[in-house]
């Protein structure tokens, strides 16, 4: 699946259970859904999926973001991920 080509670039240096581990697992989660709903446009439980996942991704990142700017900078190019207007 979509996990295993990113796994490895990321178990080298992060552990599964770490902030960097766990925005990659939802931003896979996100793009996988976005993907799901070109297609399925009225299915509302997805959407309501995808809402809280990236909620959850936000937190994380905002919590990086105040732990460490260097590294939240560093994620955010590595996948592509907008920066947040409140920053």
Do not use: C, W
Not at 31 to 50: C, V
Not at 52 to 70: E, H, M, P, T
């Amino acid at each position: 699946m979509v996990k295993n080509s990113f796994i490895p670039v990321i178990s080298e240096e992060k552990k599964p259970g770490s902030v960097e581990f766990q925005i990659l697992k939802f931003t896979n989660r996100i793009r996988k859904l976005t993907s799901h709903l070109e297609l399925h446009r009225k299915d509302y439980l997805s959407q309501r999926g995808l809402r809280k996942i990236l909620g959850k991704r936000q937190k994380l990142l905002a919590y990086l973001s105040n732990k460490d700017r260097i590294r939240y900078k560093k994620l955010i190019n590595q996948f592509y991920i907008r920066e947040s207007q409140n920053r």
